[in-house]
């Protein structure tokens, strides 16, 4: 009965995209019976990258031709023009230049040509920070909570944070690391509830949620150069006379074409890279398939009015589910994660046979 209240929390959510969906439905039987929106075609590309590519901006919802959306800071340095700090509003979504920059197709450019560093606060960085402001929350409450009921049941945001604890101690990083677990735990458990948070807050189709941080591969891979940074610097002989002499392998695979070596190598650079890959194909594959059911109301309510009342409820539908299977993705993606790098972990632990 503890765990009752994340899956409310769970339930709300699923409730807020249904009510989210449905509003984009109303929407689109209305700018089809627009005699003056009737001619606008719906570019379902530009919609579903709007959504999972990076932004200077953080778009909430058009009203009407208006954009709202809130402004990030731009941060910009030129070796000509020295420090730029200023509000991406002033771009007026990409319609005006402002102090020698322009914004064309989601990226800064100078008008003269010039090279310069952008050190933007992007839509993701934005919501990198706030889902860490959260994590911070959530875990200095279940520590205190931790502390104040000791030797007691766990209650409130304790009884939901420390099974999970739990869950990634016994049954990812004892099994797939060993004895010398408790090393790599802090790891494990920042990257685990990073990716669920993180998936669960792109799920949330209002502000601050919405964001596709672990769609974005930039982060992914970031979080892959972790795991294998750490792995790397954590391995022994064994692991390495395992790489180059691999024990029980035929001397002609080895001599003089050195194909295991070659292969096993391959393997230490395909593992995170695999790791990238994985966690942005899944996370951005499920964002984009939810928006083409949504994109189905506008195309078919440019066509026909009542054609686009039928489809808004079967996409609300699908959506709906899409969204409940999502809910799962998002955990089982930060665990797959946190596992494979266990494994990779206690795989760099080799005994060296002789």
Same mark, same amino acid.
């Given at each position: ?11 709300? #959510?699923?409730? !807020? ?23 606008? +075609? *719906? ?6 990258? +709007? ?53 064309? +197709?989601?990226?800064? $450019? ?6 310069? /560093? ?6 993701? $960085? ?6 860490? &402001? *959260? ?28 099974? *999970?604890? @739990? ?13 010398? /677990? ?18 669960? !807050? ?10 596709? $941080? ?54 230490? =650079?395909? #593992? ?10 899944? &996370?951005?594959?499920?964002?984009? @398939? ?9 195309? =078919? ?30 955990? !089982? ?9 266990? @494994? /990779? ?5 080799? +005994?060296?046979?002789?």
């Amino acid at each position: 009965m503890q765990n009752l209240p994340g899956a409310h929390h769970q339930f709300y #959510k699923c409730i !807020l995209l249904i009510i989210f969906t449905f509003g984009l439905s109303i929407d689109s039987v209305n700018a089809a019976s627009d005699p003056e929106t009737k001619s606008e +075609e *719906l570019n379902v590309g530009e919609l579903i990258f +709007e959504h999972v590519l990076d932004a200077h901006d953080w778009h909430i919802l058009t009203w009407q031709g208006h954009h709202i959306s809130v402004p990030l800071p731009v941060i910009l340095y030129s070796p000509q023009k020295g420090l730029d700090i200023f509000m991406s509003s002033k771009f007026h979504h990409g319609h005006d230049s402002y102090q020698g920059y322009k914004l064309e +197709e989601g990226h800064i $450019v100078s008008e003269d040509g010039s090279e310069f /560093y952008d050190l933007s606060i992007t839509k993701t $960085v934005a919501a990198i920070i706030i889902s860490i &402001i *959260l994590l911070c929350w959530i875990f200095i409450a279940a520590a205190k909570s931790f502390t104040t009921n000791r030797g007691k049941a766990p209650s409130g945001i304790q009884s939901v944070i420390e099974p *999970l604890v @739990i869950f990634v101690r016994d049954d990812i990083a004892k099994p797939s690391i060993g004895k010398d /677990y408790v090393r790599y735990m802090p790891f494990l458990l920042t990257v685990f509830f990073f990716i669920w948070i993180n998936n669960m !807050l792109g799920l949330i189709p209002i502000f601050p949620g919405g964001a596709n $941080v672990t769609g974005n591969i930039a982060i992914t891979m970031v979080l892959a150069v972790f795991t294998f940074v750490i792995t790397t610097i954590n391995t022994n002989k064994g692991y390495w006379v395992h790489i180059f002499n691999t024990p029980g392998v035929p001397w002609w695979l080895k001599f003089p074409v050195p194909l295991m070596p070659i292969i096993e190598i391959f393997g230490v =650079f395909s #593992k995170p890279f695999v790791l990238m890959l994985r966690l942005f194909a899944n &996370i951005t594959a499920g964002h984009m @398939i939810i928006l083409v059911f949504v994109s189905m109301i506008f195309i =078919f309510g440019s066509m026909n009015v009542w054609a686009g009342y039928g489809t808004s409820v079967v996409s609300m539908l699908f959506s709906a589910a899409l969204t409940l299977l999502e809910i799962l993705v998002a955990f !089982l993606q930060a665990y797959v994660f946190t596992l494979l790098s266990a @494994i /990779y972990f206690g795989m760099a632990k080799v +005994e060296d046979h002789h």
